[in-house]
């Protein structure tokens, strides 16, 4: 039956359990906090306090994470996930890279900066953002069919000295089939050869109109090289992320996405996750794809240790009991039994996926080989 812990829908709604109680108690039903509850009068319950429900899925066990839209009032700004995309050569990896080297301080003494495929810098304006540092089209694509949407803002880079070329125009139709507004990287303009002016009409062709040529598409001329136009790059960004009024509810049990996972010799399973929503806190317990675990301990960008983790930040995750996927979605839930349970139930049905997958593969193959 489609159920839901009393204590834990209190929880996912982030109201106190008593007053709940106390509700189910004004529609008759005479349950305590560890009872449960089916999924219609869960969601009678989630209305009255003001709530939306939106439903992951139909099947029993997806119930229990069942998500509750946030109150208009617990919504607090959070800083812009940013991806950096375009055609080969262009320059992502040595634009991220110059981003970084400008403003991720150096940690302590001798402190070698920890990678974890994403990091957060500050504007001069004091306006964080957060950079994902995984530019490839393949990850972004595989992690939006995982369900995962973790971008905000596009950074199309376009080398100056090149023009618009075939993976520029597969960046700028991912953007526009997530809806993740664009602002266009005109990079190497350092080279003597550079011709700004052609990425700008070249990309009209495309309906990029840039705000150069009256569009409404900010565009910056930058070098990784030289550090030109960084700065301003940073604040077109921070000024996108102003119209975009992105906003999460940071006191709420934590839903995050994983940005990359590994299979650590002496630390077991590792997972950087981008926190979308709530707070991660050590000790949490949750589920991830078809994984669970217990945040044993996290580590920010710099590699230092940190006990919690709010909306936009990206950690790293100690205490799991197998390697997610990138693109897996992270759900805090309250008991040990119910993260296995989530687990057991999706390794179960990919299991099943999986075998009915590979009969049609090996139908194929001895076809193919016939
Ligand atoms: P990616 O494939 O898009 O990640 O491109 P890379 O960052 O690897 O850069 C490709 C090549 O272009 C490298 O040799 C870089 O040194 C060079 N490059 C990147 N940005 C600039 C720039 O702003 N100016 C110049 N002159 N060279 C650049
Ligand atoms: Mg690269």
């Known amino acids: 039956p489609e159920a839901i812990v009393v204590s834990e829908l209190a929880n996912r709604m982030a109201e106190r359990v008593g007053e709940v109680v106390k509700s189910l108690m004004q529609m008759g039903m005479m349950v305590t906090q560890n009872q449960t509850i089916d999924a219609d009068t869960a969601e009678l319950i989630i209305e009255e306090f003001g709530h939306k429900v939106v439903r992951v899925s139909d099947s029993d066990v997806e119930q229990v994470i069942t998500q509750v839209e946030d109150k208009a009032e617990d919504l ?3 800083p812009p996930v940013i991806t950096i995309m375009g055609h080969v050569d262009h320059g992502k990896t040595s634009l991220l890279d110059a981003i970084r080297d400008a ?4 940690g302590e003494a001798g402190g070698i900066t920890q990678h974890i495929g994403a990091y ?27 369900g995962a949407q973790v971008t905000d803002i596009v ?5 100056a000295d090149d023009a618009v070329m075939p993976q520029t125009i597969e960046a700028i139709n991912h953007a526009k089939a997530a809806g993740v507004p664009m602002i266009v990287a005109i990079n190497k303009c350092d080279k003597p050869e550079a011709n700004p002016q052609k990425v700008r009409t070249d990309l009209l062709q495309h309906e990029v109109i840039v705000e150069e040529l009256s ?3 900010q565009d910056v001329e930058v070098s990784a090289v030289t550090g030109k136009g960084l700065e301003e790059l940073l604040e077109a960004v921070a ?3 102003e119209i975009l009024e992105l906003k999460s509810n940071p006191d709420r049990p934590a839903q995050g996405a994983v940005i990359e996972a590994k299979l650590d010799v002496g630390r077991g399973p590792v997972a950087t996750v981008l926190v979308q929503t709530g707070t991660l ?4 317990i949750f589920v991830v794809g078809e994984q669970w675990g217990k945040v044993r301990a996290m580590e920010n960008d710099q590699g230092n240790r940190v006990k919690e983790a709010g909306p936009s930040v990206p950690v790293e995750v100690l205490g799991l009991n197998g390697t997610p996927e990138a693109g897996d979605v992270l759900n805090v839930v309250s008991t040990e039994a119910q993260a296995r349970e989530i687990a057991d139930y999706r390794q179960e049905a990919a299991k099943e996926k999986r075998a009915a ?14």
């Open 357 to 370: 997958a590979g009969a049609a593969t090996t139908l194929e193959q001895l076809l193919a080989k016939a």
């Open 215 to 217: 569009g409404d598409v």
């Open 239 to 241: 000024l996108q992320a």
């Open 281 to 284: 806190k050590q000790g949490d």
């Open 76 to 78: 607090k700004p959070r």
């Open 103 to 106: 403003k991720v301080v150096a």
């Open 120 to 146: 957060q810098v500050k504007t001069e304006s004091g306006a964080p953002l957060t950079f994902l540092d995984t530019p490839g089209h393949a990850a972004f694509t595989s992690m939006r069919s995982r």
């Open 155 to 159: 950074i199309l880079v376009v080398a």
